[in-house]
C-alpha cells in the first residue's frame, strides 16, 4: 500500500507542479526570494530556527511532518514533493524511516539544493537499535525462523544534547555557504545556541552523578537510547524505540513488573504517544502499585510552537524524578 500510495504520489507532482498555489505545512512568512529551507522533523526544524536568529522571519522555513506525524510511517504527499523540490536546503534525519528520501531528492531534480543528512553528519556517533533483558522483540514475519535480523541504525539521534552540538555546527556552515553575506551572524548564532546545549549537558551530567540511582524502566516504546548513553544510565523497556509492537506480553509485563519491584524504583515512564496501559498494567503488577507515572518527551509529536531546549529541560526535571 505505501509503494502504491507513493507511486500515486510521484504521478501526481507532474501535474501539481502546474500549479503555484501550493503552501508548505508550517512556514516562515517570506518573499519569493528568499532562502527557502525544508526540515523533516521537529528537532531539526528548531535547530535550524535558532541558527537563523532574528533571520529566521526572513527566510521560507518549513517543518515538513505535521505534528503527531509518526516518523517510521511518514510518506511524503504530492505537495511535500513540490516543497522539497523547491527548497534551497533540504534537512533529514537518515534513518531507515527515511527511505523514501532518495526517490524524492530523484524526482524532485533541482541541482542547486543541498542537503544535509544529520546521521551522516554524526557518523560515528550513530548507535545500532539495542534489545535489552525483559524488552520485547518486533515479531518480523518477513524472515525465516532462525534467520538473525539485520541491524540497524538507533535514528533517535536528536536526544543527545551532545548530537545536537555537532548537527547545530554543521548547520551553521552550509547556511553560510548557502548565504555567505550572513555566514558571520549564523555562526555567531549556532554559536550561543550551542553554549545554551553545553549548559543544559552539564546539568544532566551532575543529575547522574549525584542521582540516589541510575536506572529508569519505560513502560512503553524506548526512543531514549542517546539521552542514556550520553549520561551512562541503564534502562529496562517495554519495547524497542522503532517497534511496532502494541501490545507487551505476560512475559514482558512480568519482567518490567519485577524489576520495579526489586530496584524500589518511584517511577515508570512512558513516551508522550504512550501505548495504551503498558505502563498502568506493569505498576498494577507490583506489589505496591503506587509508582509515579511520569513522561519522557521524545519530539515525536513536537510541532512549531515547541523549542528544542524547553522541552530537554522538562526532560531533565522528569528524569530528576525517576533517578531519585
Not at 550551542?194 to 551532575?206: C, I, N, Q, R, V
Request: aromatic share 8%.
Amino acid at each position: 500500500m505505501k509503494k502504491y500510495m507513493l507511486a500515486l504520489g510521484l504521478s501526481l507532482l507532474t501535474v501539481l507542479g502546474l500549479f503555484t498555489g501550493c503552501s508548505p505545512k508550517a512556514e516562515t512568512a517570506s518573499g519569493s526570494d528568499s532562502l527557502k529551507i525544508v526540515a523533516t522533523i521537529f528537532p531539526e526544524y528548531d535547530w535550524v530556527r535558532q541558527v537563523l536568529g532574528d533571520r529566521a522571519g526572513e527566510v521560507q522555513l518549513t517543518l515538513l511532518l505535521d505534528s503527531g506525524t509518526d516518523l517510521h510511517s511518514y510518506q511524503p504527499t504530492a505537495a511535500d514533493m513540490l516543497t522539497i523540490g523547491e527548497c534551497d536546503l533540504f534537512l533529514y534525519n537518515g534513518g531507515e524511516s527515511d527511505a523514501w528520501v532518495e526517490r524524492v531528492l530523484a524526482t524532485a531534480a533541482n541541482p542547486d539544493r543541498r542537503t544535509l543528512s544529520v546521521m551522516e553528519v554524526l557518523g560515528d556517533s550513530v548507535l545500532e537499535e539495542e534489545v535489552v533483558e525483559g524488552m520485547q522483540e518486533e515479531e518480523d514475519h518477513d524472515h525465516a525462523e532462525g534467520e538473525a535480523h539485520e541491524e540497524e541504525a538507533d535514528e533517535h539521534v536528536w536526544l543527545s544534547l551532545r548530537n545536537a552540538r555537532t548537527a547545530c555546527a554543521e548547520i551553521a556552515r552550509v547556511l553560510g555557504e548557502l548565504d555567505p553575506d550572513h555566514a558571520a551572524e549564523y555562526q555567531a548564532n549556532a554559536e550561543n545556541y550551542m553554549a545554551e546545549l553545553e549548559a543544559l549537558d552539564g546539568e544532566y551530567t551532575a543529575l547522574a552523578e549525584n542521582a540516589a540511582r541510575r536506572t529508569v524502566l519505560v513502560g512503553d516504546r524506548f526512543p531514549f537510547r542517546y539521552l542514556m548513553d550520553d549520561y551512562g544510565l541503564e534502562y529496562y523497556a517495554a519495547f524497542s524505540g522503532c517497534s511496532a509492537e502494541t501490545e507487551a506480553s505476560f512475559e514482558t509485563i512480568a519482567f518490567l513488573s519485577g524489576k520495579t519491584e526489586e530496584l524500589a524504583l518511584p517511577c515508570i515512564l512512558t513516551t508522550e504517544s504512550p501505548q495504551p496501559g503498558v505502563a498502568e498494567t506493569i505498576r498494577s503488577n507490583t506489589a505496591s502499585g503506587d509508582q509515579t507515572i511520569l513522561r519522557l518527551d521524545s519530539m515525536q509529536s513536537a510541532g512549531t510552537g515547541d523549542n528544542y531546549l524547553d522541552i530537554m529541560k522538562e526532560n531533565l526535571e522528569v528524569l530528576r524524578q525517576a533517578l531519585a
